[in-house]
C-alpha cells in the first residue's frame, strides 16, 4: 500500500474497519474483531457524531455494512457504542441475539452502559463484555459497575487506561495538542488540572523507579492486577509505545504494592471531569 493510500484511508469514514481487514487479512483465524453500532456518524467528514442511534434497523445496516468493510463472515464481538435512550435495551439486544442466530456476529457488549441497562440485556442476550472507561485516575466502575459484572460473568475491557495519555507522564504543563485532539475540550486537560492531578503521576512513576519500568507499564499492571478478567485497550500510534504497554504483561505488582498505589492514591483527589458537558449524557443509561 503507498503513503498517499494510507493518508487517505485514514481520512475516509469507517477506514478503521478497512484497516483492520487489510492488515489481519494474513492471520484472521488467530485473532477476535470487535466493532460497534450505535452512533449516527456524517458519512461526509470522520469522527464527526451526531448522536446516539440504536433502532433494530440500524443494528442490522451497521452489521451488514460493518462485515463488508472487514471483509469477514462474522464479527467476534459486537458493542453497542452508546445506550440509547430512545429504544428500549431489550430491543437491542434481541437484535444482536438474531444476529448471533444468523451467525453473523458471535458476542453482544455494551460500552458505557449502566448497570440497570447492563442487567436488563443480560437478561435477553448475555452480555460478553462491557467497555467503558477504568484507570487510576477513573476508578467510578469500582462501586457498581465491577460488582455487577463479577455477579453476572461479563468481562471489563477499560479504554483510556492510561488516562487519555496523562498517567504515562507526558502530559506536562505546558503539552499543546492539536487542533483536533480531542484532549483540548476535556475539563480534566485544562491547565489548572493538570497541575492538581500530576501528584497522581508521581506516585506511578515513583512506582516505576522501584519496577525498572514505565509509569504507563505501571498503570496498566495495576488494572491487570485489578481482576483476571479486565483487560484494557490503551490506544497508540507508535509501535515503540505498543511494545512498550505490552511489556506491562511482565510486571508483577505484590499486594504489598497495590496496597500502597491505593492508598497513596487515594488521598489525591483528580480534578475535572472526564467529558465535556454535552458528552456526559451519553454515558452510563
Same mark, same amino acid.
Given at each position: 500500500?503507498?503513503?498517499?493510500?494510507?493518508?487517505?484511508?485514514?481520512?475516509?469514514?469507517?477506514?478503521?474497519?478497512?484497516? %483492520?481487514? +487489510? $492488515?489481519l487479512?494474513p492471520f484472521?483465524d488467530?485473532? #477476535? =474483531?470487535?466493532?460497534?453500532?450505535?452512533?449516527k456518524? !456524517? @458519512?461526509?467528514?470522520?469522527?464527526?457524531?451526531?448522536?446516539?442511534?440504536?433502532?433494530?434497523?440500524?443494528?442490522?445496516? %451497521?452489521? +451488514? $455494512?460493518?462485515?463488508?468493510?472487514?471483509?469477514?463472515? #462474522? =464479527?467476534?464481538?459486537?458493542y453497542q457504542?452508546?445506550? !440509547? @435512550?430512545?429504544?428500549?435495551?431489550?430491543?437491542?439486544?434481541g437484535?444482536?441475539k438474531?444476529?448471533?442466530?444468523?451467525?453473523?456476529?458471535?458476542?453482544?457488549?455494551?460500552?458505557?452502559?449502566?448497570v440497570?441497562?447492563?442487567?436488563?440485556?443480560?437478561?435477553?442476550?448475555?452480555?460478553?463484555?462491557?467497555?467503558?472507561?477504568?484507570?487510576?485516575?477513573?476508578?467510578e466502575?469500582?462501586?457498581?459497575?465491577?460488582?455487577?459484572?463479577e455477579?453476572?460473568?461479563?468481562?471489563f475491557?477499560?479504554?483510556?487506561?492510561?488516562?487519555?495519555?496523562?498517567?504515562?507522564?507526558?502530559i506536562?504543563?505546558?503539552?499543546?495538542?492539536?487542533?483536533?485532539?480531542?484532549?483540548?475540550?476535556?475539563?480534566?486537560?485544562?491547565?489548572?488540572?493538570?497541575?492538581?492531578?500530576?501528584?497522581?503521576?508521581d506516585?506511578?512513576?515513583?512506582?516505576?523507579?522501584?519496577?525498572?519500568a514505565?509509569?504507563?507499564?505501571?498503570?496498566?499492571?495495576?488494572?491487570l492486577a485489578?481482576?483476571?478478567?479486565?483487560?484494557?485497550?490503551?490506544g497508540?500510534?507508535k509501535?515503540?509505545?505498543?511494545e512498550?504497554?505490552?511489556?506491562?504483561?511482565?510486571?508483577?505488582?505484590?499486594?504489598d504494592?497495590?496496597?500502597?498505589i491505593?492508598?497513596?492514591?487515594?488521598?489525591?483527589?483528580?480534578?475535572?471531569?472526564?467529558y465535556?458537558e454535552?458528552?456526559q449524557?451519553?454515558?452510563?443509561?
Amino acid at each position: 500500500m503507498s503513503h498517499s493510500s494510507i493518508r487517505w484511508k485514514l481520512t475516509a469514514p469507517f477506514a478503521n474497519e478497512e484497516l %483492520v481487514s +487489510e $492488515a489481519l487479512a494474513p492471520f484472521r483465524d488467530q485473532v #477476535v =474483531i470487535a466493532t460497534k453500532f450505535g452512533f449516527k456518524i !456524517d @458519512p461526509k467528514a470522520e469522527r464527526t457524531l451526531a448522536g446516539v442511534d440504536g433502532p433494530p434497523e440500524h443494528i442490522r445496516e %451497521v452489521a +451488514e $455494512a460493518s462485515l463488508k468493510r472487514l471483509k469477514t463472515d #462474522v =464479527i467476534e464481538l459486537f458493542y453497542q457504542h452508546r445506550v !440509547d @435512550p430512545n429504544v428500549p435495551i431489550e430491543d437491542v439486544a434481541g437484535t444482536v441475539k438474531d444476529l448471533i442466530q444468523q451467525g453473523k456476529v458471535r458476542h453482544f457488549g455494551l460500552s458505557e452502559a449502566g448497570v440497570p441497562a447492563i442487567r436488563r440485556a443480560h437478561k435477553v442476550q448475555p452480555v460478553t463484555a462491557l467497555q467503558s472507561e477504568y484507570s487510576l485516575w477513573w476508578r467510578e466502575p469500582e462501586a457498581e459497575i465491577i460488582p455487577t459484572l463479577e455477579e453476572l460473568g461479563i468481562g471489563f475491557v477499560p479504554f483510556s487506561p492510561l488516562g487519555k495519555g496523562f498517567l504515562t507522564g507526558a502530559i506536562i504543563l505546558d503539552t499543546k495538542f492539536e487542533k483536533n485532539d480531542f484532549r483540548n475540550v476535556v475539563p480534566r486537560f485544562t491547565a489548572e488540572n493538570r497541575k492538581a492531578n500530576q501528584p497522581l503521576v508521581d506516585v506511578l512513576g515513583r512506582f516505576a523507579k522501584q519496577k525498572k519500568a514505565t509509569p504507563a507499564q505501571i498503570a496498566l499492571a495495576w488494572l491487570l492486577a485489578q481482576k483476571p478478567w479486565i483487560v484494557p485497550i490503551p490506544g497508540t500510534t507508535k509501535l515503540s509505545r505498543l511494545e512498550e504497554n505490552l511489556r506491562a504483561l511482565a510486571i508483577e505488582l505484590t499486594s504489598d504494592d497495590l496496597s500502597q498505589i491505593d492508598n497513596v492514591a487515594s488521598k489525591i483527589p483528580v480534578q475535572g471531569e472526564r467529558y465535556p458537558e454535552s458528552f456526559q449524557k451519553l454515558v452510563n443509561r
